[in-house]
């Protein structure tokens, strides 16, 4: 049974729009690991690192631990700017996976209201 035009553009935009709303599930579980070295106060990376470290880089290599100084949200007598940043940071991680998913979800209901 062969489906019309119009059907397979359907269904289409229906796997597209799930696509989307699958790729920011995916992705939140890293972005929140990012965000959580980004709020510590200091963050290993434990990799080897080749070559130099060029100037004006804030990170420093230690025993081949690259290491790099967090915005420390936990304390409370950090800057205003810096508590602006934590801020930043905290809400970054909702307004990236509610952004992808409501581009996902305005895909499927563009394609319900205009069909």
Do not use: H, W
Request: glycine share 10%; proline share 2%.
């Amino acid at each position: 049974m062969a489906m019309n035009n119009q059907a397979q553009v359907f269904f289409y935009t229906l796997m597209l729009g799930i696509l989307v709303i699958m790729l920011a599930l995916s992705l939140a579980g890293p972005l929140k690991d990012t965000i959580d070295d980004v709020r510590n106060s200091t963050q290993n990376v434990n990799r080897s690192y080749e070559g130099e470290i060029s100037e004006g880089v804030p990170a420093g290599m230690i025993n081949g631990t690259i290491t790099t100084q967090g915005l420390d949200c936990a304390n409370t007598s950090i800057s205003d700017f810096d508590k602006a940043g934590c801020l930043v940071s905290d809400i970054s991680l909702f307004f990236f996976i509610a952004g992808i998913i409501f581009i996902g979800g305005s895909i499927i209901t563009a394609r319900l209201i205009f069909s």
